[in-house]
């Protein structure tokens, strides 16, 4: 061991749904921890929407307890219909994962009412309440605006018939990640030599929006929305240090899901002080057909998605910006000697040093460090994996629309 020495240098969820539920029905100011928190609970939760030009995607879970620590459990084996109220059903969902539940693009008539119609595995049924179909305008555009040491990302669009006014926007945000590091040799087989298959010089990662955002233009002598702010990203995010792209969702809403998003936006967002809006709770438009007490959790809207998507390159930023990449702390890269350094050491094997440093598959080299002799090595740069293969923090598959 002695002569190993290592440098180093310097989509919303349903128990928040569940507790905003819980915190509406106390209205206490002082603590309080209700019996309800370890008794079991198994409310409903729908999340979707029925798309009317496009593929419907349906999630269905339980509730769990507010101090559980795992996932909501999903609800499989569920069957889902649409249901036109003039017609009956129009078509079905399929299940391709526990709980989830879609529909191929389909186009709905707009002069009709539609619903969703839920059967559990264990019998019981839902259904949400009929609506109209909203058929959500054009995107005009999404561009983006430094405002300080930011980029805003701003949305306009517009309805000329006004039959829209209420707006909602999804986004899914994707950026390149770029590791700091191209290893030229690699551990395997209980030796340092040349890599077989280098790591990805670039991955992908994606995110999906986690806010509510809404906006409506009732108050306007026009149904315009302009520039409307939807995210902001920090300059020195890692999302901005080499491409970003954003792909922006809208949809049109009825006003009574307006309400509701716009209920639960304020119930998650604006909750920090007595001052701010106390909790409510927020009631969606599906019940219970078998059992009309049955509490459930969401609300399922007839509407269409218009999108569109942005990309901004780092070269297009501010000059003076100090861009962060997100490997900072990776820097500089650690050193593995595996010969005697001054003061010296009780000698060890070479091959026992690589191993101790390799082994474990928790540094990986980098390169080799020539030594005084011809074709010597006294050690190697090394760093974590997650310094090294992007892939922990990505993808190495190029997005379609890259």
Not at 81 to 94: C, K, P, R, S, Y
Request: aromatic content about 10%.
């Amino acid at each position: 061991m002695a002569a190993l020495s290592i440098f180093r240098p310097g989509l919303l969820a349903s128990r928040l749904l569940l507790l905003l539920l819980l915190a509406g029905s106390a209205g206490c100011v002082e603590p309080y921890a209700p019996e309800v928190i370890d008794a079991p609970t198994s409310f409903l939760v729908i999340d979707g929407f029925i798309n009317a030009d496009g593929p419907t995607s349906i999630r269905l879970s339980r509730t769990a307890s507010l101090d559980a620590k795992a996932t909501p459990p999903p609800e499989a084996k569920a069957r889902l219909q649409v249901e036109d109220e003039a017609l009956g059903v129009v078509f079905g969902l399929t299940e391709t994962a526990p709980g989830v539940y879609v529909a191929p693009a389909t186009r709905l008539n707009p002069a009709h009412r539609y619903r969703l119609r839920i059967a559990t595995s264990k019998g019981q049924e839902y259904a949400s309440a009929y609506l109209p179909v909203k058929l959500t305008p054009p995107i005009d555009a999404v561009r983006w605006k430094p405002q300080g040491n930011s980029v805003n990302i701003l949305v306009s669009t517009h309805d000329d018939t006004r039959a829209s006014e209420y707006y909602r926007w999804e986004y899914v945000e994707t950026w390149e990640i770029r590791s700091p590091y191209q290893p030229n040799i690699e551990y395997y087989n209980r030796a340092v030599s040349s890599i077989r298959v280098p790591y990805p010089g670039v991955c992908w990662s994606t995110e999906q929006s986690n806010r509510i955002v809404l906006t409506k233009t009732t108050s306007l002598g026009q149904d315009v929305v302009s520039d409307f702010r939807i995210q902001g990203v920090g300059a020195q995010n890692p999302q901005l240090y080499s491409r970003y792209s954003i792909l922006v969702r809208q949809q049109s809403l009825t006003k009574e899901e307006y309400t509701y998003w716009e209920q639960l936006r304020k119930n998650t967002e604006s909750i920090g002080s007595l001052f701010d809006p106390q909790p409510s709770q927020v009631t969606g438009n599906v019940r219970g057909l078998t059992d009309p007490n049955a509490m459930v959790l969401g609300f399922v809207g007839t509407h269409s998605v218009t999108e569109q998507r942005l990309f901004i390159d780092y070269k297009e930023l501010p000059t003076e910006w100090r861009r962060q990449s997100g490997y900072e702390a990776c820097l500089p890269p650690d050193t593995v000697f595996i010969v005697p350094r001054p003061p010296a050491f009780s000698p060890v094997e070479p091959q026992l040093a690589i191993d101790i440093a390799f082994g474990g598959q928790a540094l990986l080299p980098i390169s080799s460090i020539p030594g005084n002799g011809p074709g010597s090595i006294i050690g190697y740069t090394a760093k974590a994996r997650d310094c090294i293969d992007c892939r922990t923090r990505g993808t190495a598959v190029k997005p379609s629309f890259w």
